[in-house]
């Protein structure tokens, strides 16, 4: 399975309309190579290196499986989760200092979660548990000026 975007390459910096700085739309997004008894996909998009700790941008689930792209701020019909900055809805990128690195994981599962809009990314890991077929990950990387 892979992720990937037209807007940046793995490992390579995110352009700032898709952080604070900018519109602070989602990025656009193609999904590949899904494993045939894929119920659902997930995506989570997290900041390894926020000071406070992992800090969470995105949280979406019960994505079909026929999903094969995101386009470019993309009004998001599923399931999403409560971010560290409170909203049910993609945050960019906002770092307080320095080049971090955001981490796009999307998994494959093989049953669809009973989770309600809102949940923590630690609920949605947990019902992901034992559920999970495949998954990929997309490095982008963002320092601000």
Do not use: L, V
């Given at each position: 399975m892979?992720?990937?975007?037209?807007?940046?390459?793995?490992?390579?910096?995110?352009?700032s309309e898709y952080t604070c700085d900018g519109s602070d739309f989602s990025p656009p997004l193609v999904i590949s190579e899904v494993p045939q008894k894929t119920q659902i996909l997930a995506i989570i998009m997290d900041d390894p290196d926020a000071p406070m700790g992992t800090f969470t941008h995105w949280l979406v689930w019960n994505i079909?499986?026929?999903?094969?792209?995101?386009?470019?701020?993309?009004?998001i019909p599923f399931l999403q989760g409560k971010?560290?900055?409170?909203?049910?809805?993609?945050?960019?990128?906002?770092?307080?200092g320095g080049t971090h690195r955001y981490f796009f994981k999307l998994y494959a599962l093989d049953l669809v979660l009973n989770l309600k809009a809102g949940s923590?990314?630690?609920d949605l890991e947990k019902a992901m548990i034992g559920h999970i077929l495949a998954e990929a990950h997309l490095?982008?990387?963002?320092s601000r000026r």
């Open positions: 892979k992720i990937t975007s037209p807007a940046f390459e793995n490992n390579d910096m995110i352009p079909p499986p026929q999903k094969t792209q995101f386009a470019k701020g993309e009004k971010t560290s900055f409170g909203a049910q809805s993609y945050g960019g990128p906002c770092p307080p923590s990314k630690a490095i982008g990387k963002y």
